[in-house]
């Protein structure tokens, strides 16, 4: 029983110093990018798989990129760059609190320091380097790791933190957050925040209109897609299953899709991998013409960048919905209905960086007022008793307030790469780990390569569902107070 009141007793210190001292990482779009992760997951695994050719020249990255494995467990490698100045980043792209995720961002970390010595550790949401290695010693191994766990599942610890209270390894952890910018990110959260179920009822309202609109309006073919559109964010039907549909309807309109590399070679790679027989690869009994297949399968595959793929994504829907689309009805109705998708992403946090840029791109298309106008007109001609609510301005008075969360998101990106040239140029490390969100990957890995950094991204696996309301108190707690 003593040994009992000693162990309570020391949970309940351990979790006091804890919240005193609690470590911030958001990250954004958890549910998309869980599906994305998942994709991503069986890209890299296929792509881990490809024969590594000779290198053309010696490696500059400290690490050669191609003997950097992460067991797929955890992830997976979605895309590596070679770099000129020596130095490598590995970033791992967050999955703000998801405990699977956070335990597998845990084990890659685990992995790069066991197998790459790879031990500094860069984070988004934090400013100081401050750390939980002083907690320690208060406890045995088993206690930390208990406490360390309940935390995470609580959405108070990433991974980063649980690994930090719960092993012994010796981790170098670096905020890389400008205070001052990260504040102001933070109190743009609390502003959008006071309205964003109210603005989320209404964008719900309009989404349900335009959907009935759709059924009136909509040829077969739209609906096809549209139909496919939604089973994709929803899960129903994988990454594969609705960019083959969107081939197909590609076909159907002599689509050329040639200029979207990316989407074009996982279509191919499809394709060939259901010729090629595996059995005869491995045991050498395969035909020439079949090796010369395989060999293609493999340098396709090696080439494929699954961080492009998605940026063309929507430029493909984009390039067949207009295909497929015949009167100005249709094409505004799409126009509509896809502002409507985005709006209700940016309000949940949902979003994704390539409708970020489509938003930025085309303002005009999101005319709350506008929306509403028309989805009217639509209901009274096709006689629909739809419900369009009379309150657009709460969209259109507090889109600059949603703009600037975002701006000021984006704004951040830079203070990283500085302040971990800094930390690592102070330190003499060559390499480091950047955890920060898949929102962040476009910028961070153009940052990067300008200033000529090696870098891996990887993905880790996610399987399971993010829990909404956690994901959102989880970041207005960690941002109510401001960073350490």
């Given at each position: ?14 979790l ?6 609690i470590?911030?990482?958001?990250s ?20 881990e798989s490809?024969?590594?050719a000779?290198?053309k ?30 130095k ?21 970390i ?7 010595n790879i ?7 934090k400013?100081?380097d ?11 191994l ?12 609580e ?14 390894y ?8 400008d205070?001052n ?6 109190v ?9 179920d109210?603005?989320?009822e209404y964008?719900?309202k309009?989404?349900?209109a ?14 096809k ?34 200029e ?21 690869i ?25 961080n ?19 009167n100005?009805?249709?094409k ?15 309000l949940?946090i ?17 005319d709350?007022?506008?929306w509403?106008?028309f ?10 008793s739809?419900?369009i ?64 950094y090696?870098?891996i ?20 707690r ?7």
């Amino acid at each position: 029983m003593k040994n009992l009141n000693t162990r309570v007793k020391v949970f309940g210190f351990l979790l006091v110093a804890v919240n005193i001292v609690i470590l911030s990482q958001p990250s954004y779009a958890e549910t998309i990018w869980e599906k994305r992760q998942k994709a991503s997951q069986g890209i890299g695994e296929k792509q881990e798989s490809v024969e590594s050719a000779p290198a053309k020249e010696k490696s500059t990255s400290p690490i050669p990129l191609d003997e950097i494995m992460i067991p797929n467990q955890y992830g997976s490698i979605i895309e590596t760059h070679e770099g000129t100045n020596g130095k490598l980043i590995v970033h791992i792209q967050d999955a703000h609190a998801n405990y699977e995720a956070q335990k597998n961002i845990a084990g890659i970390i685990e992995t790069l320091i066991n197998n790459y010595n790879i031990n500094l550790v860069l984070m988004e949401g934090k400013a100081t380097d401050r750390d939980f290695k002083y907690l320690r010693y208060r406890a045995p191994l088993d206690v930390r790791k208990d406490i360390a766990d309940n935390l995470l599942k609580e959405g108070i610890f990433n991974g980063v933190n649980y690994l930090d209270l719960a092993s012994s390894y010796p981790l170098l952890i670096q905020g890389v957050e400008d205070k001052n910018l990260y504040d102001i990110n933070g109190v743009a959260l609390w502003d959008m925040d006071r309205f964003k179920d109210q603005a989320l009822e209404y964008v719900t309202k309009l989404m349900s209109a335009a959907d009935s609109i759709k059924a009136k309006v909509y040829n077969p073919d739209l609906l096809k897609l549209d139909k496919a559109k939604k089973d994709y964010e929803n899960e129903s039907i994988d990454l594969l299953s609705y960019y083959k549909i969107l081939f197909d309807s590609a076909v159907k309109k002599s689509v050329d899709i040639e200029e979207f590399r990316n989407f074009a070679a996982l279509i191919k790679i499809n394709e060939v991998e259901q010729k090629i027989d595996t059995a005869k690869i491995r045991n050498g009994t395969a035909t020439d013409e079949q090796k010369k297949t395989y060999d293609e399968y493999q340098a396709a595959l090696k080439d494929l960048n699954i961080n492009k793929l998605f940026a063309e994504e929507p430029l493909v829907e984009s390039k067949i919905q207009q295909a497929l689309s015949e009167n100005n009805d249709q094409k505004r109705l799409y126009k509509i209905f896809k502002a409507l998708s985005i709006t209700e992403k940016m309000l949940a946090i949902k979003i994704v960086p390539e409708e970020y840029n489509y938003f930025l791109e085309n303002k005009k298309d999101f005319d709350a007022k506008a929306w509403a106008d028309f989805l009217k007109e639509k209901s009274a001609e096709l006689g629909l008793s739809l419900d369009i609510p009379g309150n657009f301005y709460i969209i259109s008075d507090n889109m600059p307030l949603i703009e600037k969360f975002y701006s000021s998101a984006i704004d951040r990106e830079e203070a990283f790469l500085k302040k971990s040239k800094d930390r690592m140029d102070k330190d003499k490390i060559s390499s480091g780990i950047l955890i920060a969100g898949g929102f962040h990957t476009p910028t961070l890995t153009k940052l990067l390569n300008d200033s000529g950094y090696s870098y891996i991204v990887i993905s880790p696996k996610v399987t399971t569902k993010t829990d909404d309301n956690l994901y959102r108190e989880t970041l207005k707690r960690q941002w109510a107070p401001g960073i350490e």
